[in-house]
């Protein structure tokens, strides 16, 4: 938290953090621009909402075996998921050691029998336990239950979700239809076909409601008005995310695809997952500091390694995704401007933005 910065008591008089008010935007209306720059409802964010929420957070493709272990975060908070070497469950973990702290760590890796601190070299299993500590004698308090805290895990074709919060709902009741129409698709048994990784300086949430947003595309992306069939698009809101159906132009699939329809919507609060008969591709938006972002993009498909449409994909994911930070990067400073009121949104091509800021006004008021 930046030195000075006051978060409001989590009561039920508070109605409003930094000028913004902690209540759905009115239908048709957006929350205001001071939603996008305010450092303290950047703290609530992580508070709020990423740790409340299911996040993606790795892959199977970077936990293949026992012993295998990755570093990732949800939100701002460090976590590790790893095999255990003795059974191969996938387990996540708080990726701190309990004596104080340190990040245990980084990248990934392959853990042959234990994970150490670097720092005073406390030992633990890759179940958690604590195995080790030095000096052990020199404690005062019992330190023999102090493994490492334990994260909610689960997976979703060949994506790894956590949750640190124990009380928010089952994965599959989070991602809504998206596991059926990942098994349908029999994306669990793609491969990583390429990937790409952006930082923008721009607030987390201008990233996701680009990704949402149907009404840019034409004026905007080029690749996409040729991919996708503009007016075909139906729009599902979930609990926890919506998405868009829409249909494919026929020049772009196989004889045997004829009449395929891509997915492509968010999975609240930063996962915007993009799912066709043939592919996978995600973005991830993981917020860094309240002007600055991190784009995760990965594919995932059944093609030769040579194919030339998984570079045609590659590509163009490439081109579009530098359009959406342009775009984006104005949105962030146009957003900057004193006295601009709250903008409105489409109830067709933009519902799913509207959906997204009730979803993020709702959890912070809760």
Not at 98 to 117: F, K, P
Not at 156 to 184: N, R, T, V, Y
Not at 226 to 233: A, F, I, K, M
Request: aromatic fraction near 8%; charge should be negative; include cysteine.
């Amino acid at each position: 938290m930046q030195p000075g910065l006051a978060l409001p008591l989590a009561t039920e008089d508070v109605r409003a953090v930094d000028g913004v008010e902690l209540t759905p935007p009115d239908a048709g209306a957006l929350v205001p621009p001071r939603a996008f720059h305010s450092p303290a409802l950047f703290e609530l964010e992580e508070r709020a909402i990423f740790a409340r929420s299911w996040v993606h957070v790795a892959d199977l493709v970077d936990v293949p075996g026992p012993g295998d272990f990755i570093a990732a975060s949800i939100g701002r908070t460090p976590v590790l998921v790893i095999r255990d070497r003795d059974t191969g469950e996938l387990r996540a973990f708080l990726n701190a050691c309990r004596h104080r702290g340190a990040q245990l760590v980084e990248g990934s890796g392959h853990c042959d029998h234990q994970l150490r601190c670097p720092y005073h070299a406390w030992s633990y299993g890759s179940d958690g336990r604590l195995l080790g500590v030095p000096y052990r004698d020199d404690f005062e308090c019992d330190v023999s239950a102090r493994g490492l805290v334990p994260v909610r895990v689960g997976v979703a074709g060949p994506m790894i979700f956590a949750c640190l919060d124990p009380s928010a709902p089952e994965l599959g009741e989070w991602l809504g239809q998206l596991p059926d129409a990942l098994a349908a698709a029999g994306a669990g048994s793609w491969r990583l076909a390429w990937e790409l990784g952006f930082e923008v300086d721009a607030n987390w949430k201008l990233f996701v409601e680009n990704a949402n947003d149907g009404y840019h595309i034409q004026f905007v992306h080029d690749v996409l008005t040729d991919l996708v069939v503009l007016d075909s698009g139906e729009t599902i809101l979930e609990p926890h995310g919506a998405y868009s159906m829409a249909d494919v132009n026929p020049a772009y699939v196989p004889p045997e695809l004829e009449g395929a329809r891509i997915r492509f919507g968010c999975v609240f609060p930063n996962l915007i997952p993009v799912l066709t008969p043939g592919d996978l591709t995600y973005i991830r938006v993981d917020p860094v500091a309240v002007d600055r972002l991190r784009l995760v993009i990965r594919s995932y498909d059944d093609q030769p390694d040579d194919s030339p449409l998984r570079e045609f994909r590659r590509q163009a994911t490439l081109r579009t995704t530098e359009q959406d930070i342009a775009v984006v990067l104005r949105a962030q400073r146009g957003l900057r401007a004193h006295g601009l009121p709250p903008g409105v949104y489409g109830s067709r091509l933009e519902d799913r933005i509207g959906h997204f800021e009730r979803l993020w006004a709702e959890a912070l008021a809760r």
